[in-house]
């Protein structure tokens, strides 16, 4: 049974009350503590002391309740989430003012502690040898959280599929439920034919002024991010490749920030952080992101100028290594270098 947002409301914010009058019984702050909305969750504030607790995508919580933080002269942040608490807390150490990271356990409250990053596993070698129909049809072919797929301005169109005996193949489509419609009313096609046949249909959409539809609305941080990949002068930078999340993506309608690593026009490393609208997770996500890959490198948040939001900058600002905010101005979706090439056969592979 779903509750409606009122109840569900009422009964995470007397939840929090209890949290707090038993983690912090003997601090007088918090049996004064005011309640207030927070989207997912509940918070309450006494002076310049808040608690945030967060029920719903608590992976992207740190950003939100720092926003909340800042909104509200909140110097002292403690954040509650009963998932992804060490996740977080790695990422609050990120941050000057850094806030308190809480694990919730039934009724009790225990300080999380960072985790460390985990490289994951690879594909098969046989994948990576199934994709070549992929570089052939001049998609961008990345690899990211084990799989292997081929993406045409940041849009799945592919994706390399294997089986337990170590075979491996090519399913067309755009996300899981495309590939398996399209594997059943095209059955018998040619795999050139078929992933030429979507490509076509894909690049009629996702391109700069065409009307809008559901194929150019999809995946448009990842879009963002080919766009600065095919062309990093966009972003004063030489030479870029993209990496994998932190966390896998759900699927093609999950719009998360989306990184790429490499170097500026000076030489330095830098890790770039694509994102369309307003993210109030962006600061802390990218933080972590260069942390994974590059803890020395500038950090670099690239968005469209009209995204380019003041709470966007106050917590690239808060940062203990402060993050850059880089806004493209016009129509981020302009044609770029690559393009003529890549809807010519060219190909870009990204392993």
Known sequence: MTLDPERRAVLLGAKLRALVASGWADDPRA????????????????????????????????????????????????????????????????????????????????????????????????????????????????????????????????????????????????????????????????????????????????????????????????????RVVADPALVGAADLRPVEGILPRSGVKDAVPEAAVGVDDAGRPVVVVASTGIDLDLVPTAADLRLAYAPDARLLLVVPERDAHPVTRALAAALVAPAEVVAIPGDWRGSGPDDAARRAGGTRSHE
């Open 31 to 226: 049996s004064a503590g005011e309640p207030g909305v927070f989207p997912g969750g509940s918070t309450l504030r006494s002076g310049d002391t808040g608690w945030v607790l967060v029920d719903d995508d608590t992976h992207r919580a740190l950003g939100p309740a720092l926003a909340w933080a800042r909104q509200h002269d909140i110097r002292e942040l403690h954040l509650l989430v009963e998932q992804h608490a060490a996740l977080l807390s790695r990422r609050a150490a990120l941050f000057v003012r850094s806030p308190s990271v809480w694990l919730v356990s039934g009724a009790e409250v225990r300080a999380a502690e960072p985790e460390p990053h985990v490289a994951l596993p690879g594909p098969p070698v046989s994948w990576h040898d199934a994709a070549e129909p992929l570089r052939d049809a001049g998609l961008d072919v990345v690899v990211e959280h084990g799989e292997i797929t081929g993406e045409l301005l940041g849009l799945e169109v592919a994706r390399v599929v294997g089986d337990v005996d170590g075979s491996a193949w090519v399913e067309v489509g755009v996300g899981r439920h495309d590939r398996e419609a399209f594997a059943m009313l095209h059955a018998g096609r040619e795999p050139a034919e078929a992933l030429r046949t979507v490509i076509d249909t894909v690049d009629a959409h996702r391109r700069p002024g065409a009307p809008a539809h559901p194929l150019n609305r999809l995946a448009p941080s990842r879009w963002l991010r080919a």
